[in-house]
Antibody, heavy 123, light 109 residues
Framework: QISLKESGPTLVKPTQTLTLTCTFSGFSLNTSGVAVGWIRQPPGKALEWLALIFWYGDEQYSPSLQNRLTITKDTSKNQVVLTLTHMDPVDTATYYC???????????????WGQGTLVTVSS | EIVLTQSPGTLSLSPGERATLSCRASQSVGSTYLAWYQQKPGQAPRLLIYGASNRATAIPDRFSGGGSGTDFTLTISRLEPEDFAVYYCQHYGGSPAFAFGQGTKLEIK
């Protein structure tokens, strides 16, 4: 079965770079049609999509954060890494990684999610 | 940029009642790319509906989705106690590639 889990720091200082790792099982990013995304949610607020990486290496980013985000994959470790530079208190949120479903049927949705990791930005 | 607006912000109903949640897109979108999620406190979102009207695996048939163009709905035919949660719609396509609505909180009356 598919599972994903986020890991990384729980507290970062303003201006620092956040690096989060999504470790997954039950699928491979070497397989056609597979993609993994990152979504965040500030406390008490709505979901915000951040980035997505496809099996063939294509990356997509939220335009509002594009200049601060990088998403990479390590297929040998079954991991996807997200970096977000110049952290600010407004970036305090729970960060989720998720498996993209429905690629081949042209339905793009997130069908499996990690439990999320709360990152607080504070000096 | 496609913006999804959900209404109402909060819906207060009793178990057994019917719930209708709305998701309106700022421009016409393909129903293929419209999904709905349920989120309970302290949990990750759970996929309910994809392609506007297809139930995800293991989702009870009291959940149904519909709509086209700019107006989409999620209907829960008879509310169970475990259905009280926050619901989000999501669209793929355009810029940003994925957009979420701001959510509708379904609370017990």
């Amino acid at each position: 079965q598919i599972s994903l889990k986020e890991s990384g720091p729980t507290l970062v200082k303003p201006t620092q770079t956040l690096t989060l790792t999504c470790t997954f099982s039950g699928f491979s990013l070497n397989t056609s049609g597979v993609a993994v995304g990152w979504i965040r949610q500030p406390p008490g607020k709505a979901l915000e999509w951040l980035a997505l990486i496809f099996w063939y290496g294509d990356e997509q980013y939220s335009p509002s954060l594009q200049n601060r985000l990088t998403i990479t994959k390590d297929t040998s470790k079954n991991q996807v890494v997200l970096t977000l530079t110049h952290m600010d208190p407004v970036d305090t949120a729970t960060y989720y990684c998720a498996h993209l479903g429905g690629f081949w049927s042209s339905h793009y949705f997130f069908d499996f999610w990690g439990q999320g990791t709360l990152v607080t930005v504070s000096s | 940029e496609i913006v999804l607006t959900q209404s109402p912000g909060t819906l207060s109903l009793s178990p057994g009642e019917r719930a209708t949640l709305s998701c309106r897109a700022s421009q016409s979108v393909g129903s293929t790319y419209l999904a709905w999620y349920q989120q309970k406190p302290g949990q990750a979102p759970r996929l309910l509906i994809y392609g506007a009207s297809n139930r995800a695996t293991a989702i009870p048939d009291r959940f149904s989705g519909g709509g086209s163009g700019t107006d989409f709905t999620l209907t829960i035919s008879r509310l169970e106690p475990e259905d009280f949660a926050v619901y989000y719609c999501q669209h793929y396509g355009g810029s940003p590639a994925f957009a979420f609505g701001q959510g509708t909180k379904l609370e017990i009356k």
